[in-house]
């Protein structure tokens, strides 16, 4: 599925009507440049899980931030990570396709999970976003 966002708030409508689908075990792998809409994407995921946005942080120094909902939310940002090895320190196997949902900015950091949801955000000129959902089934 394909969609153009024109703002924040757009983006965020598409992570919540796509979080809506989403069950326990899931993982969402996010990729797209610096800025492109990741994060404001997992707010959208966030709200349908009824998570406060604000909860929901940019790249700091966490990689992994877990958000009590039911299910739980993963967030999970691996910008920092730059080998297997410090891959495999974050725990963060640990995290998918258990009981929570987890998302994973940057997820061209480590191998593809073939089970995976994946969102890839482009940027367009001025504040337009083309956002391409591959892996969930359509509605019918
Ligand atoms: N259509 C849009 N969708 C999403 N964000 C937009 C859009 N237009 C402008 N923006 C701006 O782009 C920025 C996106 O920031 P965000 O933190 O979500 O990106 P990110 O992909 O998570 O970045 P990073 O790679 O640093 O984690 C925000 O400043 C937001 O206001
Ligand atoms: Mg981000």
């Known amino acids: 599925m394909r969609l153009i966002s024109k703002s924040p708030r757009e983006t965020k409508d598409a992570g ?22 990741k994060t404001t994407f997992v707010k959208g995921v966030a709200g349908s899980l009824g998570i406060p946005e604000r909860e929901i942080a940019s790249a700091s120094f966490t990689i992994i931030s877990e958000h009590e909902a039911k299910p739980p939310l993963y967030h999970i940002d691996l910008y920092r990570i730059d080998s297997e090895a410090d891959l495999e320190t974050t725990g963060v196997y640990d995290y998918i396709g258990g009981d929570g949902i987890a998302v994973i900015e940057w997820a061209e950091k480590m191998p593809e999970t073939e089970v995976a949801v994946r969102v890839a955000i482009n940027i367009f000129p001025g504040d337009e976003r ?11």
């Open 16 to 37: 919540k009507r796509l979080g809506r689908k989403l069950r326990a075990g899931d993982t969402v792998c996010l990729y797209g440049d610096l800025g492109s809409g």
């Open 130 to 140: 083309e956002i391409v959902i591959e892996g969930m089934e359509e509605d019918p």
